[in-house]
């Protein structure tokens, strides 16, 4: 269980981050938020695959024009994305958006900055104030910009995050001075080790919450291994109230791996099924990779989070399937099923895929009726005897593992 900061709690739309609500989840669509059906075909699929906000550009009026008609049709709440224009802000909160994201980089007058607060402060809608590692270096002032450079050179770690937490500071004086504290705090870069500093620093020096993310990731491929790395990083060790994870790639990529992040942190409930699978070694004798595709692709049907595991022998098998609903161990030409360390099941390979699934589906359709619990109990799967060839009578099964020399393992002995 993981220990969570403490932070202020904001309500965007209905949704609470902060204050040990559950790390919500966020995603940003790609379309032109012009472009109305687009853009609302694309927040319904971020939400059906468990995106619980979403965020829009809205870099001119055409796009804040059509967010009375998104707002209408969007199942999650809409945040508007503004840069450059404050009077994008303005437009927006007047049409009831749900949240803003400020940039300091590029909002910076005064004026223009109280008069979002004001008007926020007036609907009840929060600010995310989200400072990007690219906006932080002085512009203006070429002296200064050049003393900056000369120290990000020298140490860029260090240096990055120091500009960063002092530009969020400097900021967040005209939110303390406007007494509005609904306010999300984001630090992002594109470096997993500057994400991961730049949090922590934000995370001891406010109380308000975190909006994580890493930016400019990268297609999913790549971009996966420096986003999970520190966010992971950072959810583990309580850090975080709200995550994007950011793709160049379809954003519902974006929510499948943020979903499956949390969940594996336990800081989700998984609400689908979970499916472990071995990673295949000179000891297998069928295509497991094609198999455990396919059971994947089969268990999308499937909406209770039974726990399903795909084996490629009986060597190590067991051992590492314990703790699974359903579990298969494949051999050669056969597979043996289990059902909560029960085996149930020994079919030829071609019945396989079949015979797991019925099981998967009858095994979540009593977890639905409350005859049993899943993942109720550390499974215990008793190392199933060694597999008979295909075609071998089903009751020519040998009663123990040692009673004859398995197919599968040659001499390995099973312990
Ligand atoms: S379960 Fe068997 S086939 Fe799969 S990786 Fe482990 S030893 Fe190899």
Redesign the pocket.
Known sequence: MIDRSQTHQVDVGGIPIGGGAPVSIQSMTSTYTYDVEPTVAQIRGLAAAGCDLVRVAVPNKRDTDALPAILEQSPVPIIADVHFHFERAMEAIAHGIHKIRLNPGNIKDRTQVDRVIAACRERGIPIRVGVNEGSVVERGDKERRAAQKAAISENPRDQLVALMIRALEDYMRIFDENDFHDVVLSLKSIDALIVIDAYRAAAARFDLPLHLGLTHAGPPETGRIRSIASLGSLLSSGIGDTIRISYAADPVHEVEDAKELLCSLGLRHRTEPELIA????G??EIDLIKLVAEVRRKLTTIKTPIKVAV???V???PG?AEGADVAVFAGKGRGIIYVQGEQTRSVDEDEMLDALYEECLSFAARVERGEVERSSQAVNIVPPDPLPRAHAPANDVPSTANDVASPLVGDEKIE
């Open positions: 071995c990673p295949t070694c000891r297998i084996m490629g022998c060597v190590n098998g590492e």
